[in-house]
């Protein structure tokens, strides 16, 4: 089965995820994809506090990640990918990896002079991610925007064009 939800959310696991998001994919296995948690050892440890209940927990690079799911080691799980780069989850779909949905949750404020459009209150597509965006989009994977399950979920087509 391996992926059945996928979010874009920059904070990555965290109270909202672990207790709102997990429980609503029928995750098993919670997959942070992310290369600078993953090698500190520091920022791991705190993720893992963050672990939900019933669910196995990977704190991984990218390469791991790819090696990984190339390998089928995540085939008989349902997996819940998070991580805060889309050309990673564009990567995942371009390995052979099915997304049917991806959820922008929240971002980082663009830096000065980046170009950015805001398609939430707390998330924003960078100008530079806009193509990624189209390509993941080209391959049937709905992409929407959405926080926490309460907020409105809103097509990611309705800020940018895709």
Known sequence: MSIVSARLDNRLLHGIVAAQWTPRTGANRVMVI????????????????GKPAGCALSIINKETAYTNFKKGKYNPERVFVICDDPQIMLDLIQMGQKIDKLTVGGSKTPEDGEEATQVSKRAFVKKSD?????????????????????????????????
Do not use: H
């Not at 992310?34 to 506090?49: E, S, W």
């Not at 993941?136 to 907020?151: E, H, L, N």
């Open 34 to 49: 992310d290369d600078k948690v993953a090698n500190t050892p520091m920022l791991k440890n705190a993720m893992k506090l």
């Open 130 to 162: 806009e193509d990624i965006f189209r390509q993941i989009a080209a391959t049937g994977c709905k992409i929407t925007v959405q926080y926490v399950p309460t907020d409105k979920e809103e097509p990611l087509s309705k800020f940018i064009s895709l």
